[in-house]
C-alpha cells in the first residue's frame, strides 16, 4: 500500500497526509495491561538507522494525532515493530492499542534520533540504559551488526515496577541470540542485566542506585564507568534520562550528537 494509499475503507475514508505512509499491520501482542507490541509492513522505499524514531498516527481523523514511536526492530528488517504503553485516555494510545492484524497505521516519512552508532565514538563497552517502554531503540539496536563489530561487550540494562514488564525484553534477548545473522555474535557479547522496582524478583532497584552503590558493575564482573573504554545510551522516562545523564557525565563521559559523536547520548521514551 504504502504511498500509493488513498482515502478508501482502510483508512476509514479519511485522506492519507501528505508525507505519510499507510501500512498494514501483521500481528499484535499483549504483554500486561499496559504493554503491547505491533508488527507492520515497511515502506520499499523506508530507510532508517537502528535506533532512531518516527512519528505514528491512526487514520481515525482528518488531521490525525501523531506520536514519536521508537523504531524496535533492526534497519535489515523487511517489517518494522514497535512497542508501546497504554496510555488511559491518551489521544493515541487509547485507539492504537485495539488495532488488529489487517489495520492501517500512519508513519510519518522521516525518521530521526541521536540512539545511533553515529552519534556514538567506538569503544569496548556499549551500555543501553533503559525502563519501561524505553527498551524499544534498543530492540532495534542489539540486533544490528554493527553493534558487535564496534563493541567487544554490549550491555542491555533494563528496569520495571513488575517482573511481567520485562517479558518483552527477554524474549527480544532470546530471539536475538538465536538469530541466525548476530545470534552467535549476540551469544557472545550481549548481557541482558533487568531488575525490578515494585515487585519482587532476584534482581531488584533502580538502575540509578545500582549504579551508585557499584553493584551493577560487581554483578556484571566490570569495573565502574570509564570515559576510556564505555559508552551509553539512555532511553527512559524524563526523571529518569536527567539521573542517569548526570552519572555518565559525573563520570567523565560527554554527550554526542549525529554531528558531534561522543560517549553517551540520551532520548526520551515519548508515548506518555
Ligand atoms: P520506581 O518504581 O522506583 O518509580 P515508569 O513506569 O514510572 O516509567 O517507571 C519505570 C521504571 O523506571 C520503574 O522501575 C521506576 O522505578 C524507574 N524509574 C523511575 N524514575 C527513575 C529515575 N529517575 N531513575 C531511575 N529509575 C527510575
Known amino acids: 500500500m504504502s504511498e500509493t494509499a488513498t482515502a478508501d475503507a482502510a483508512t476509514d475514508g479519511f485522506p492519507v497526509p501528505k508525507g505519510v505512509f499507510a501500512e498494514k499491520v501483521l500481528s499484535v501482542q499483549h504483554y500486561t495491561d499496559r504493554l503491547f507490541r505491533f508488527r507492520m509492513t515497511r515502506p520499499q522505499s523506508f530507510r532508517f538507522r537502528s535506533g532512531e524514531f518516527v512519528m505514528i498516527g491512526l487514520p481515525n481523523a482528518e488531521r490525525p494525532v501523531f506520536r514519536a514511536y521508537s523504531i524496535a526492530s533492526p534497519a535489515w528488517d523487511e517489517e518494522l515493530e514497535f512497542y508501546s504503553i497504554k496510555v488511559p485516555d491518551g489521544p493515541l494510545t487509547e485507539h492504537l492499542q485495539k488495532v488488529q492484524p489487517g489495520d492501517t497505521v500512519l508513519m510519518r516519512k522521516k525518521p530521526v534520533g541521536t540512539l545511533v552508532h553515529d552519534a556514538l565514538l567506538g569503544g569496548e563497552r556499549l551500555y543501553m540504559f533503559s525502563t519501561g517502554t524505553g527498551i524499544a531503540p534498543f530492540a532495534s539496536v ?3 551488526p554493527e553493534t558487535y563489530e564496534r ?10 515496577r513488575e517482573a511481567g514488564e520485562l517479558t518483552y525484553g527477554h524474549d527480544l534477548v532470546a530471539a536475538t541470540r538465536a538469530d541466525p545473522l548476530v545470534g552467535e555474535e549476540a551469544s557472545a557479547q550481549l548481557v541482558h542485566y533487568a ?3 515494585r515487585e519482587t524478583t532476584d534482581r531488584m532497584g533502580r538502575i540509578t542506585t545500582l ?8 554483578d556484571l564482573g566490570v569495573p565502574p564507568l570509564d570515559p576510556a573504554t564505555d559508552r551509553a545510551m539512555i532511553c527512559g522516562s524524563m526523571d529518569m534520562l536527567k539521573d542517569v545523564k548526570a552519572i555518565c557525565e559525573g563520570a567523565g563521559l560527554v554527550e554526542g550528537s549525529n554531528s558531534q559523536p561522543g560517549q553517551f547520548v540520551v532520548e526520551r521514551a515519548f508515548v506518555d
Request: charge should be neutral; aromatic fraction near 8%.
Open 142 to 144: 542489539i540486533r544490528d
Open 151 to 160: 563493541f567487544a561487550q554490549v550491555i542491555l540494562i533494563h528496569t520495571c
Open 195 to 197: 531488575t525490578t522496582t
Open 211 to 218: 549504579i551508585e552503590s557499584g553493584k551493577l558493575f560487581a
